[in-house]
């Protein structure tokens, strides 16, 4: 089985791009003294975005597990920085959204977030970023449409002639 390149994968340059993007957030955070992880920033953001969302909208959107989410939002919770209330349909279910605390927190956080992101995209045109960004959303879209995604072992059945 070939394996491509490092240099060549693009799994692997997507992966060491969101790390090192997660790391240079969190230092870049941390030098300006807010107490905020990269996760603590999606939730705010996607709150903020979406008031009201679940712990697992919220997790499914911050790209974490429910059981992670869950001990992030009960942190944040306990900070101020989001408040939980009962869901209007669901007793099972609550609904998180932003405190004031956690608003401003947000605004301080996402100055520092655009720092680190302009200079990811220094090196490219505002064409280039703008195409990036719409190649990366139609990867996406594309595996989020595709049901039933056809496992190695199936399609090398397929390949291989029967006996």
């Not at 791009?17 to 030098?31: K, P």
């Not at 195409?131 to 039933?148: F, H, K, M, Y």
């Amino acid at each position: 089985m070939p394996v491509s390149e490092p240099g060549q994968d693009v799994g692997l340059a997507l992966r060491q791009l969101m790390h090192t993007l997660r790391q240079n957030v969190e230092a870049a955070l941390r030098a300006q003294d807010i107490d905020l992880s990269f996760v603590h920033g999606m939730v705010l953001k996607n709150l903020a975005r979406e008031p009201g969302l679940s712990g697992a909208q919220v997790a499914r959107r911050a790209l974490v597990t429910a059981q992670t989410m869950n001990g992030v939002l009960r942190s944040m919770e306990a900070a101020a920085l989001i408040v939980r209330e009962p869901h209007p349909e669901n007793r099972r279910q609550d609904c998180w959204f932003l405190t004031k605390d956690g608003a401003r927190r947000m605004e301080q956080a996402h100055e520092v977030v655009d720092g680190v992101l302009s200079r990811m995209l220094a090196p490219l045109s505002r064409a280039d970023a703008a195409r990036l960004t719409a190649l990366l959303r139609e990867c996406t879209d594309t595996l989020q449409a595709t049901p039933g995604a056809t496992t190695a072992r199936t399609r090398a059945s397929r390949i291989q002639p029967e006996a």
